[in-house]
């Protein structure tokens, strides 16, 4: 049996779509189902439902073979797992955002985000100094609230964004969700794996798949 870290939500929904269009045969009660193991006995498949940040975890200590996870969260956890598919869906990109876009005042701006090592990577790269405050949710309320000068975050239509009065002052990364696999399953597992990005490559690659940009 395979089995498949798959995070709730957004990308559970259009990765689910993904592996229909592949041909997997998953029953329709499968989407609104609130197990957090799935067995989906006809096609050999085991689901794992998780928290977006933790699939990489799981694929890297071998409690699931494969996952779908966002490059954010492969750029921020920086696990031990194969990149092998870029499924293109789930589009979205990180992004700075403040109250403004002027200059910011201070020898070390604050920086809030649940993206910590991917905000320190960036403004390391653009040789500013930085305090990176680590925050799990409504990372757009720090500027309202003053705690942070700046917030990095996942932007999808920006909506969110304006309609806390805040602004876009650089571009990171372009986002999308990727088929990753651990390393031991990939040689122990290797013909079912294979066959699986084969056929998700085939839909990605013929357009089927929706991209979401």
Known sequence: MLTIAMPKGRIFDEASELLRQAGYK???EFDDSRKLILDIEEENIRFILAKPMDVPTYVEHGVADVGIAGKD???EEERNVYEV???KISGCYLAVAGLSDGPIKGVAPKIATKYPNVASNYFRE?????EIIKLNGSIELAPLIGLADRIVDIVSTGRTLTENGLMETAFIEPITSRFIVNPVSYRTKDAII???V???????EGGS????R
Not at 198 to 204: C, D, F, I, T, W
Not at 209 to 212: F, K, Q, R, T
């Open 198 to 204: 084969e056929r998700l490559s085939a839909v990605v």
């Open 85 to 87: 598919l870029d499924l």
């Open 126 to 130: 653009q040789g500013e100094q930085v």
């Open 194 to 196: 294979d066959d699986m």
């Open 73 to 75: 969260v492969m750029l």
């Open 26 to 28: 998953l029953p329709p």
């Open 209 to 212: 798949g929706d991209e979401n």
